[in-house]
């Protein structure tokens, strides 16, 4: 427990930090779901839109520090070449 001044804001801060860094993390696995959900349809057209809605997203993320660096690139590069499959 808590029990410095200090340490009890913190405790207060963490938590507020912990609610928008999830509601963020949630907004982003939207994002990929609907990506998901569109290469999995077949239709080429509405999974490339999905995927360019959700790479700024990504980046949002990474910059909000939410996700790491190489995990935002590593998942746009996986569901880009997936993308471009569908359309080949």
Same mark, same amino acid.
């Given at each position: 427990?808590a029990?410095?001044?200090?340490?009890?804001k913190?405790?207060?801060?963490?938590?507020?930090?912990q609610?928008?860094?999830?509601?963020?993390?949630?907004?982003?696995?939207t994002?990929l *779901? &609907?990506?998901?959900?569109?290469? +999995?349809?077949?239709? /080429?057209?509405? @999974?490339r839109?999905?995927?360019?809605?959700?790479?700024?997203?990504l980046?949002?993320?990474?910059?909000?520090?939410?996700?790491?660096?190489n995990t935002?690139? *590593? &998942?746009?590069?996986?569901?880009? +070449?997936?993308?471009? /499959?569908?359309? @080949?």
């Amino acid at each position: 427990m808590a029990n410095t001044l200090q340490s009890k804001k913190r405790a207060r801060q963490n938590i507020a930090r912990q609610a928008v860094n999830k509601a963020r993390r949630s907004r982003i696995r939207t994002y990929l *779901r &609907k990506v998901e959900e569109a290469i +999995a349809s077949g239709n /080429a057209d509405v @999974a490339r839109e999905a995927l360019h809605r959700a790479q700024p997203e990504l980046a949002r993320g990474v910059t909000k520090g939410v996700l790491h660096k190489n995990t935002a690139a *590593r &998942k746009m590069s996986r569901l880009s +070449a997936r993308v471009k /499959a569908l359309s @080949a």
